[in-house]
């Protein structure tokens, strides 16, 4: 069964500085991992996809690699900045060959970034 | 931008009753998801929809869940009788093919008392 994991649980930065967030996974057959950002209370907004094939995508100041033989993937957030305080969470596809997707997440990294 | 709209945002509900959570997924998706998260706990999958049936679901996803797509927007989720721990935030999800994307809408914050 694959497990997901997210190091650290929290995080606290200055503004402007650049942050590595980590997940790792069990089970490295994998479709792809995704990224999301979850606000308090509200819903996941999807950051980024890399599909297994891949070893990285870039948005903006995000940057996503993905290592699936050693079962890590890292978000990387350039220059942060206040408005990206947010739980981070990552998310890996199994890949069930059964033409399934379901998410297996991890609990997630808070980030706080200080003005 | 399209997005996946959820309704209610908040139920209260007795327990026992049962309650539907309404999701209207992106319109030219395929695949549809309910996932559920409890307070301070990982977001968990419950069941996968695709071509009219279930396609996949979690030992979470009981005799008491069900999921429908009634018309051609509409994808709901059923609670027949639910319980104290049913409490929880509930999340649809769709995505328009296998191995890209998932749109998530904001979630049902469901309490059950």
């Known amino acids: 069964k694959q497990e997901v994991t997210q190091i650290p649980a929290a995080l606290s930065v200055p503004e402007g500085e650049n942050l590595v967030l980590n997940c790792s996974f069990t089970d490295s057959a994998i479709y792809n991992l995704q990224w999301f950002r979850q606000d308090p209370g509200k819903g996941l907004t999807s950051l980024l996809l890399i599909q297994s094939s891949q070893r990285e995508q870039t948005s903006g100041r995000l940057n996503a690699s993905l290592d699936k033989s050693s079962g890590r993937s890292t978000l990387y957030i350039a220059a942060s900045q206040p408005g990206d305080s947010a739980t981070y969470l990552c998310?890996?596809?199994?890949?069930?060959?059964?033409?399934?997707?379901?998410?297996?997440f991890g609990k997630g990294t808070k980030l706080s970034v200080i003005p | 931008e399209p997005e996946v709209t959820q309704t209610p945002s908040h139920q209260v509900t007795q327990m026992g009753q049962e309650v539907i959570l309404r999701c209207v997924p992106i319109s030219n998706h395929l695949y549809f998801y309910w996932y559920r998260q409890i307070l301070g706990q990982k977001v968990e999958f419950l069941v996968s929809?695709?071509?009219?049936?279930?396609?996949?679901k979690s030992e979470i996803f009981d005799d008491q869940f069900s999921v429908e797509r009634p018309d051609g927007s509409n994808f709901t989720l059923k609670i027949r009788s639910t319980k104290l721990e049913d409490s929880a935030m509930y999340f649809c999800a769709s995505l328009y093919h296998q191995n890209t994307e998932a749109f998530f809408g904001q979630g049902t914050r469901l309490t059950v008392v």
């Open positions: 998310a890996a596809d199994p890949y069930s060959g059964a033409g399934s997707y379901q998410l297996t």
């Open positions: 929809f695709y071509n009219n049936e279930i396609s996949e």
